[in-house]
């Protein structure tokens, strides 16, 4: 496991899934990650700070957005 941390970019409320751009890179943003469903649709505005935990690091598919903040 990897806890990393990003800058949200684009939210789906429907999906209840993110864009994030992973910090320190330019270049790197992911697409179709889960958030947890404990975090409120109204927190997740874009350019907040966020936290991802990577269960398998080869896969940014198996990763979940489980935090955000200012």
Do not use: H
Request: glycine letters at 8%; one cysteine or more.
């Amino acid at each position: 496991m990897e806890l990393r941390c990003g800058v949200v970019k684009a939210f789906d409320s429907g999906s209840y899934k993110a864009t994030v751009q992973l910090l320190g890179s330019l270049s790197v943003w992911l697409e179709g990650l889960a958030v947890a469903r404990n975090i409120p649709v109204a927190e997740m505005v874009v350019g907040r700070n966020c936290a991802l935990i990577f269960f398998d690091e080869s896969n940014p598919n198996d990763a979940v957005l489980v935090a955000v903040w200012e």
